[in-house]
């Protein structure tokens, strides 16, 4: 469903004013999905992406047309099918982002699919290879899961780690589902 109405999303504790911004939500068999963008054509950025959100209304709708949000959505219906698709290509929002948060954001989004990263390797590709914790919550408060593959990112012992601001539960499933999509084994 598009919508240009106002609305604001909190998600990760971490309050994302929307409005004048486009959505569509659709359902897949893994998790249901909502992208949020504004702009068009070039100008064209993400500004949310929610996965794993239990909505009643999730459905395949919309009110507004937005070529850019239907190619996003269908990246990312195409990726949870499990097949490869780049979807670091997206452009994204990094508005509001700390200098850091930026860094461990465009590290993230360069995690080649199908394969997996500690939250130590992360930070050291983000160049702090001390800043592991902080990398953490980054990925912890990501507000572009799948664009930002954050499931790929587990803990040191090779345990699956968190998602979504989880440790345990739905989430977590969810991720491990994201992961066997890329054929990898946690």
Not at 140 to 150: G, H, K, S
């Given at each position: 469903?598009?919508?240009?109405?106002?609305?604001?999303?909190?998600?990760?504790?971490?309050?994302?004013?929307?409005?004048?911004?486009?959505?569509k939500?659709?359902?897949?068999?893994?998790?249901n999905?909502c992208?949020?963008?504004?702009?068009a054509?070039?100008?064209?950025?993400?500004?949310?992406v929610?996965?794993?959100?239990?909505?009643?209304?999730?459905?395949?709708?919309?009110?507004?047309?937005?070529?850019?949000?239907d190619n996003?959505?269908?990246?990312?219906?195409?990726?949870?099918?499990?097949?490869?698709?780049?979807?670091?290509?997206?452009?994204?929002?990094?508005?509001?982002?700390?200098?850091?948060?930026?860094?461990?954001?465009h590290?993230?989004?360069?995690?080649?699919w199908?394969?997996?990263v500690?939250?130590?390797?992360?930070?050291?590709?983000?160049?702090?290879?001390?800043a592991v914790?902080?990398?953490a919550?980054?990925?912890?408060?990501?507000?572009?899961?799948?664009?930002?593959?954050?499931?790929?990112?587990?803990?040191?012992?090779?345990?699956?780690?968190?998602?979504?601001?989880?440790?345990?539960?739905?989430?977590?499933?969810?991720?491990?589902?994201?992961?066997?999509?890329?054929?990898?084994a946690?």
């Amino acid at each position: 469903m598009y919508t240009s109405r106002p609305h604001d999303i909190f998600w990760g504790g971490v309050l994302f004013p929307m409005r004048g911004t486009l959505t569509k939500t659709f359902k897949h068999p893994i998790t249901n999905v909502c992208v949020a963008g504004t702009g068009a054509g070039s100008g064209f950025v993400l500004t949310r992406v929610h996965v794993g959100y239990r909505r009643a209304n999730a459905g395949n709708s919309r009110d507004k047309d937005c070529d850019e949000l239907d190619n996003c959505a269908l990246l990312i219906s195409r990726f949870l099918d499990g097949e490869k698709r780049d979807l670091s290509r997206i452009p994204i929002s990094l508005e509001g982002f700390t200098h850091f948060r930026k860094r461990v954001t465009h590290a993230a989004r360069r995690i080649p699919w199908g394969t997996t990263v500690s939250y130590a390797r992360l930070a050291a590709m983000a160049g702090c290879p001390r800043a592991v914790r902080p990398a953490a919550m980054v990925m912890r408060n990501n507000p572009f899961p799948l664009v930002v593959p954050c499931h790929r990112v587990i803990r040191s012992d090779g345990t699956i780690g968190g998602f979504g601001g989880k440790t345990s539960g739905r989430q977590v499933a969810l991720k491990r589902k994201l992961l066997r999509a890329e054929g990898i084994a946690v």
